[in-house]
């Protein structure tokens, strides 16, 4: 996202809304807001295109699990126990934990109106990356034995805690702009969010492609759902309640 902002409209005073400096910077319109919707529309056909290719090519799911392979050579029981751990961490209900208390997080660096978008950018890429996974039906290949045996019903494309752990950290990002720890709220995010896709080439749990489609996933989403939030839908609420 576009870290430069236009200052957000002042909300009337009429309306009773009280809000933080620190919530009108979370919540300024983003500078280009159609071009943003746009690249997240291109990035989410992308996905679903590449995810058809892949499917009808199992040669190339085979090829992958070699690099799942080499990420784990040579690694230690700690390397395994952290990778473990980050991976538990975005799992479905662990990761419900982690997003409610991030958006307390946000919360608290900002208000409740920012809190509510956080959390509606997030849970909108964990659904659009179970409907993405849904529409390509690619199986994920598991390593038993030296070699590969097809698993129907464990569906990983795009990998769905991948594209989870993208939206937190975007709108994370996003929550804290302007703020004296943005650059801190960057570093770690980045972080995490690095060893978790690692994590899930280590533990064999996706391939590459998936890692990489959930990325996308989760970026293609709000690429568009923070424009259309930020720059259309809440400034017509503001219009709306002032006009009361």
């Given at each position: 996202?576009?870290?430069?902002?236009?200052?957000?409209?002042?909300?009337?005073?009429?309306?009773?809304?009280?809000?933080?400096?620190?919530?009108?910077?979370?919540?300024?319109?983003?500078?280009?807001?159609?071009?943003?919707?746009?690249?997240?529309?291109?990035?989410?056909?992308?996905?679903?295109?590449?995810?058809?290719?892949?499917?009808?090519?199992?040669?190339?799911?085979?090829?992958?699990?070699?690099?799942?392979?080499?990420?784990?050579?040579?690694?230690?029981?700690?390397?395994?126990?952290?990778?473990?751990?980050?991976?538990?961490?975005?799992?479905?209900?662990?990761?419900?934990?982690?997003?409610?208390?991030?958006?307390?997080?946000?919360?608290?660096?900002?208000?409740?109106?920012?809190?509510?978008?956080?959390?509606?950018?997030?849970?909108?890429?964990?659904?659009?990356?179970?409907?993405?996974?849904?529409?390509?039906?690619?199986?994920?290949?598991?390593?038993?034995?030296?070699?590969?045996?097809?698993?129907?019903?464990?569906?990983?494309?795009?990998?769905?805690?991948?594209?989870?752990?993208?939206?937190?950290?975007?709108?994370?990002?996003?929550?804290?702009?302007?703020?004296?720890?943005?650059?801190?709220?960057?570093?770690?995010?980045?972080?995490?969010?690095?060893?978790?896709?690692?994590?899930r080439l280590y533990l064999?749990?996706?391939?590459?492609?998936?890692?990489?489609?959930?990325?996308?996933?989760?970026?293609?989403?709000?690429?568009?759902?923070?424009?259309?939030?930020?720059?259309?839908?809440?400034?017509?609420?503001?219009?709306?309640?002032?006009?009361?």
């Amino acid at each position: 996202m576009d870290a430069r902002t236009r200052t957000a409209p002042p909300l009337p005073a009429e309306a009773g809304v009280r809000e933080t400096q620190r919530a009108q910077r979370a919540l300024a319109p983003l500078r280009h807001p159609a071009v943003w919707i746009a690249a997240g529309a291109a990035a989410m056909a992308l996905v679903l295109v590449a995810g058809v290719v892949l499917d009808g090519h199992p040669s190339w799911s085979a090829a992958e699990i070699a690099v799942d392979q080499w990420a784990g050579v040579g690694s230690s029981a700690l390397v395994g126990v952290v990778a473990l751990v980050f991976d538990i961490t975005v799992s479905t209900g662990a990761g419900i934990v982690l997003l409610l208390i991030a958006a307390l997080m946000v919360y608290l660096m900002a208000d409740g109106t920012t809190a509510f978008v956080f959390l509606g950018g997030v849970c909108l890429a964990w659904l659009a990356s179970l409907a993405v996974s849904l529409a390509v039906n690619r199986p994920l290949l598991e390593l038993s034995a030296g070699h590969t045996v097809v698993a129907p019903d464990a569906l990983d494309y795009p990998s769905t805690p991948t594209a989870f752990g993208t939206a937190t950290v975007i709108g994370l990002l996003l929550a804290a702009r302007g703020s004296n720890w943005r650059w801190l709220v960057a570093l770690a995010g980045g972080i995490a969010l690095a060893v978790s896709l690692w994590a899930r080439l280590y533990l064999a749990a996706g391939y590459p492609t998936d890692v990489g489609a959930g990325v996308l996933v989760g970026a293609a989403v709000a690429a568009i759902y923070y424009p259309v939030m930020l720059d259309l839908v809440l400034p017509a609420v503001r219009r709306r309640i002032g006009s009361h």
